[in-house]
């Protein structure tokens, strides 16, 4: 069981950190430090309760993710460039302080070195999809190649973890190629479980039984299976529900996994003073990123925020190392120091995320000269002709919006999306569309805006627009009735609550309330 004071205080810390306008994770991890220090320790269930959480995470992450993108050389090459680098550095940077005569680093031979340069160069998948989440950026170009740069990583950890296991996976491991036919059967069934209560059971029985324990029982890593499911199923419109259906499952069960992280961590000084040394080597690490990532000629900014958000260290690196001390290459030590030093740079990165746009505007000049003179297809900027309406967000509102805008009111517009497969779909139509994401300062000095979803994207888009001193109309949805205020003090001339009005309403209400100001 769980003690009511862990919940209690992981309420508590992570309600602060809401307030103080911080990702609620940083009190989690707040708050298993505090457990820890108060004479608390991990249990069975809470180690149960983290592993559902990161299981399912691997398997909503896979459900977004076309293969495609992980064939792409800004990511299998930016992820294998790196992984390469980093640990080279880490491990040359731990020989340094070894022969400094640090003591902690004094034992360290070669093989620890170099596995210990391994862990480190990992970046946390839990941490990173979570700050995407919350900016509603995982759709985003920088979003999609972080997002692939770590599920690349976690392939390189599995196979770390395969390969000394000690035993090799079974031979019925060749068997699960039958995954690959069944896949149909599977979406079959996604198509007649409808949305209620089944939807979810079925979404878990596919990401822990057909992926975790398929996997599991033919000795293959089971989080690599609720990875790899997820992704045969990324194709089928109905995934996006799928998701949605285990969205406050995985939220609640990756609470688990912070407080974890904190009741780990149980140090002494040299511990400390080493955990600090490894979070001063984070910023070399992520400049690594920036560099390799910028050789596949990104822009700036995606360059920039994709960096941001790998700017961290990895439970999967706090993984490897365990293997390594149970193997006897590491001393147990260096789990509270990576433990530690993971914590650490999930406090330093979320701020750091946050200010993302911020972050790049200072850098978008000084970096300049590292950006290509002919940038890749996807990250150019685009040329907009005239139009009378631009629809941002391209889900079943702003569709919706779209025809009506287009159908009965002859209307030029424009539809503006950061989801490729919500694109290719509309592209197929023969629509007037383009990538590109309400959150990117450099996309708001070429557009006009009439309709914004989520509201992390409305509230940024009214602040550039502010800036700029747009005197068009403005119309906006939310999901939440509170949100309808904020849009409105920020410059919103109609606010439409999403469950109050159907697409079509909503472009004919906002059309009307711009004639009237005509």
Do not use: C
């Not at 002859?410 to 490729?420: A, S, T, Y």
């Amino acid at each position: 069981m769980i003690d009511p004071l862990m919940i209690a205080l992981a309420f508590a810390a992570g309600m602060a950190a809401h307030l103080l306008r911080l990702p609620p994770l940083l009190g989690f991890l707040a708050a298993g430090f505090a457990l820890n220090a108060l004479g608390f320790e991990r249990t069975p269930t809470l180690d149960a309760i983290a592993n559902l959480g990161v299981t399912l995470l691997l398997f909503t992450i896979g459900l977004k993710l076309d293969i495609r993108t992980l064939m792409r050389g800004e990511v299998w090459g930016s992820a294998t460039l790196h992984i390469v680098g980093s640990t080279l550095f880490m491990a040359g940077a731990l020989f340094i302080l070894k022969t400094l005569g640090l003591a902690m680093t004094a034992d360290l031979g070669w093989t620890a070195l170099v596995l210990l340069g391994f862990a480190l160069s990992f970046s946390s998948t839990v941490f990173t999809v979570k700050v995407l989440e919350e900016r509603s950026e995982m759709g985003s170009l920088y979003g999609r190649i972080a997002v692939g740069i770590l599920v690349m990583q976690d392939v390189f950890a599995v196979l770390f973890m395969s390969a000394t296991s000690g035993s090799l996976p079974s031979i019925w491991a060749l068997s699960l190629v039958l995954l690959w036919p069944a896949a149909k059967l599977m979406k079959a069934l996604l198509d007649k479980v409808g949305h209620g209560d089944l939807q979810v059971l079925y979404a878990a029985f596919l990401a822990l039984v057909v992926g975790y324990g398929l996997f599991e029982a033919v000795g293959v890593k089971g989080d690599l299976g609720a990875l790899v499911v997820g992704m045969m199923l990324a194709s089928h419109p109905s995934t996006v529900g799928l998701a949605k259906s285990l969205f406050h499952l995985k939220e609640l069960f990756l609470v688990g996994f912070f407080l974890s992280v904190g009741l780990g961590a149980l140090p002494d000084l040299a511990m400390v003073v080493m955990a600090l040394l490894l979070l001063l080597l984070l910023p070399i690490k992520s400049a690594l990123y920036y560099l390799v990532l910028m050789r596949f000629k990104l822009r700036t900014r995606t360059g920039v925020l994709s960096t941001l958000a790998l700017t961290n260290y990895s439970e999967f690196g706090l993984i490897v190392a365990a293997i390594a001390s149970t193997a006897g290459w590491l001393s147990p030590e260096w789990l509270v120091v990576i433990s530690l030093a993971l914590a650490g740079s999930f406090v330093l990165a979320a701020p750091l995320n946050a200010a993302g746009e911020r972050v790049y505007a200072r850098l978008k000049q000084p970096l300049a000269g590292l950006e290509a003179s002919t940038l890749m297809a996807d990250d150019r900027p685009m040329a907009i002709e005239q139009v009378d309406a631009v629809v941002l967000g391209l889900g079943q509102i702003g569709s919706g919006a779209y025809l009506r805008l287009i159908d009965s009111h002859g209307l030029r517009v424009l539809g503006v999306d950061n989801n490729v497969k919500k694109l290719a779909a509309h592209r197929a139509a023969n629509r007037n569309v383009m990538e590109g994401d309400a959150v990117d300062s450099d996309f708001w000095d070429k557009l006009v805006l009439l309709a914004m979803p989520g509201h992390a994207g409305n509230v940024y888009a009214l602040q550039q627009l502010r800036k700029r001193a747009f005197a068009g109309h403005i119309a906006a949805i939310v999901s939440y009735p509170d949100e309808v205020a904020t849009l409105r003090e920020l410059g919103a001339d109609e606010v439409f609550h999403i469950y109050d009005e159907a697409g079509t309403a909503f472009a004919d209400d906002a059309l009307a309330g711009a004639n009237r100001q005509v």
